[in-house]
């Protein structure tokens, strides 16, 4: 073999080498993902793996590890699986070759890394036939003869049935399609619906932390109830004669319904008044545990009189002019007392204390107590005459000035 030709040999030796490795880096290229399932019927190295039902890649390995089956897949560059997406083994047929599906398609968020590994949690397979067939089977057995319908129980259930269903199919039809409007009408009112469930939640929680509270007063309670039981006869003797009290008290109000309008219509004056008075009200509250007190010191058990110290300011004044005095201190001047009275005292007043000096009534009362004789003798003498600017302006009247 010439140099050339052996030349010639190798580089298409290395050729091929190249165009093998390029071919590996690209097929392996994209993400790789594992997934762990129970079973792995219908898979193959080569099977496809899709999203919506639309081939993004292909598996590579399916290798038996105990009591799981690990299959090595990998997905397209520029198709991207969301993070917390899932496996699923989708049989399109009873004898095709099966699929692996990951679900949901992406729309947002992280991105599955390539590496990726789906545990037992994250991955299904469908059911298989022989599955289904060993369920029939049960259930069949469990309903024939040498089961529920040993004593033709379930023939006597679906003889019952079909004679409850026939003729009613009408009814049945409507029910079926009303319960499709209520759960209709729940789907569209399912926040709401799930607001009253967690509302209804948070109630029984609150009842399960307040259980004590609760427990206690579910005792008292029947305490209660045991107690009015226990009185029943009384209790209804009570209330039978409070239903002649009430009889009586509606003849009451019946017979005196003119005189109760009008004690009520007198009971608003004597409110108003209180009202009026509720300063001086409160005044006398205020003082009279004061006085009481005081009074309680200066009463005297052993003699049986109260002890005091008067001294009666008042009483140093003529009579008149304490009257006066007393007049003028009243606001607002009673009913029974006129104005002109208060305008005549105001004008007697500077009149009698500078032109008539008159005697006080603690005088009076000293010569009274005293014994003093000429008191009588002034008494039967008749009265002073009275000083002449007193006397004019008695003349002129209290109006005049």
Same mark, same amino acid.
């Given at each position: 073999m010439?140099?050339?030709?052996?030349?010639?040999?190798?580089?298409?030796?290395?050729?091929?080498?190249?165009?093998?490795?390029?071919?590996?880096?690209?097929?392996?290229?994209g993400?790789?993902?594992?997934?762990?399932?129970?079973?792995?019927?219908?898979?193959?190295?080569?099977?496809?793996?899709?999203?919506?039902?639309?081939?993004?890649?292909?598996i590579?390995?399916?290798?038996?590890e105990?009591?799981?089956?690990?299959?090595?897949?990998?997905?397209?560059?520029?198709?991207?699986?969301?993070?917390?997406?899932?496996?699923?083994?989708?049989?399109?047929?009873?004898?095709?070759?099966?699929?692996v599906?990951?679900?949901?398609?992406?729309?947002?968020?992280?991105v599955?890394?390539?590496?990726?590994?789906?545990?037992?949690?994250?991955?299904?397979?469908?059911?298989?036939?022989?599955?289904?067939?060993?369920?029939?089977?049960?259930?069949?057995?469990?309903?024939?003869?040498?089961?529920?319908?040993?004593d033709?129980?379930?023939?006597?259930? $679906?003889?019952?049935?079909?004679?409850?269903?026939? %003729?009613?199919? #009408?009814? !049945?039809?409507?029910?079926?399609?009303? +319960? &499709? /409007?209520?759960?209709?009408?729940?789907?569209?009112?399912?926040?709401?619906?799930?607001?009253?469930?967690?509302?209804?939640?948070?109630?029984?929680?609150?009842?399960?932390?307040?259980?004590?509270?609760?427990?206690?007063?579910?005792?008292?309670?029947?305490?209660t109830?045991?107690?009015?039981?226990?009185?029943?006869?009384?209790?209804?003797?009570?209330?039978?004669?409070?239903?002649?009290?009430?009889?009586?008290?509606?003849?009451?109000?019946?017979?005196?319904?003119?005189? $109760?309008?009008?004690?009520?219509?007198?009971?608003? %004056?004597?409110? #108003?008044? !209180?009202?009026d008075?509720?300063?001086? +009200? &409160? /005044?006398?509250l205020?003082?009279?545990?004061?006085?009481?007190?005081?009074?309680?010191?200066?009463?005297d058990s052993?003699?049986?009189?109260?002890?005091?110290?008067?001294?009666?300011?008042?009483?140093a004044?003529?009579?008149?002019?304490?009257?006066?005095?007393?007049?003028?201190?009243?606001?607002?001047?009673?009913?029974?007392?006129?104005?002109?009275?208060?305008?005549?005292?105001?004008?007697?007043?500077?009149?009698?204390?500078?032109?008539?000096?008159?005697?006080s009534?603690?005088?009076?009362?000293?010569?009274?107590?005293? %014994?003093?004789?000429?008191?009588?003798?002034?008494?039967?003498?008749?009265?002073?005459?009275?000083?002449?600017?007193?006397?004019?302006?008695?003349?002129?009247?209290?109006?005049?000035?």
């Open positions: 010439s140099r050339l030709t052996r030349m010639i040999a190798a580089l298409c030796a290395l050729a091929l080498v190249t165009a093998g490795v390029l071919w590996w880096t690209l097929s392996a290229s993400t790789t993902v594992t997934a762990y399932f129970d079973k792995a019927v219908g898979l193959y190295a080569g099977s496809s793996v899709r999203v919506l039902g639309v081939k993004v890649g292909q590579d390995t399916v290798t038996p105990g009591p799981v089956v690990r299959v090595d897949m990998h997905v397209d560059d520029g198709v991207r699986i969301p993070a917390d997406a899932n496996a699923v083994v989708v049989a399109p047929s009873l004898v095709s070759d099966r699929y599906q990951l679900t949901p398609a992406y729309t947002q968020g992280e599955m890394a390539s590496g990726a590994v789906l545990d037992r949690k994250r991955t299904a397979t469908p059911a298989e036939l022989d599955e289904l067939y060993k369920s029939v089977n049960a259930l069949s057995t469990a309903l024939g003869p040498d089961g529920a319908n040993r033709g129980a379930l023939n006597d259930l $679906l003889n019952t049935t079909a004679a409850t269903v026939d %003729g009613n199919g #009408q009814g !049945l039809n409507t029910t079926i399609k009303r +319960l &499709g /409007e209520l759960s209709a009408t729940l789907s569209d009112n399912q926040d709401d619906l799930f607001a009253t469930v967690d509302n209804l939640n948070q109630f029984t929680g609150t009842l399960a932390q307040s259980d004590k509270q609760i427990r206690e007063l579910y005792g008292r309670m029947a305490d109830t045991g107690y009015l039981a226990s009185e029943r006869e009384q209790l209804g003797t009570s209330l039978h004669s409070l239903a002649f009290a009430l009889d009586d008290v509606q003849r009451f109000v019946h017979d005196n319904r003119d005189h $109760l309008s009008s004690n009520v219509q007198n009971l608003t %004056g004597v409110t #108003q008044a !209180l009202v008075q509720r300063q001086a +009200l &409160g /005044e006398v205020d003082l009279m545990p004061l006085a009481s007190t005081n009074f309680i010191n200066a009463y052993a003699s049986g009189s109260v002890a005091s110290r008067w001294n009666p300011q008042e009483l004044q003529p009579p008149i002019l304490m009257v006066c005095r007393l007049i003028a201190n009243v606001t607002p001047l009673p009913e029974p007392i006129p104005q002109s009275l208060r305008d005549t005292c105001e004008k007697l007043n500077p009149v009698i204390q500078g032109l008539a000096p008159l005697p009534v603690g005088d009076l009362l000293g010569k009274v107590q005293t %014994g003093a004789g000429d008191v009588t003798d002034q008494i039967g003498k008749g009265p002073n005459p009275v000083p002449l600017p007193l006397v004019d302006a008695m003349k002129r009247g209290a109006g005049t000035p």
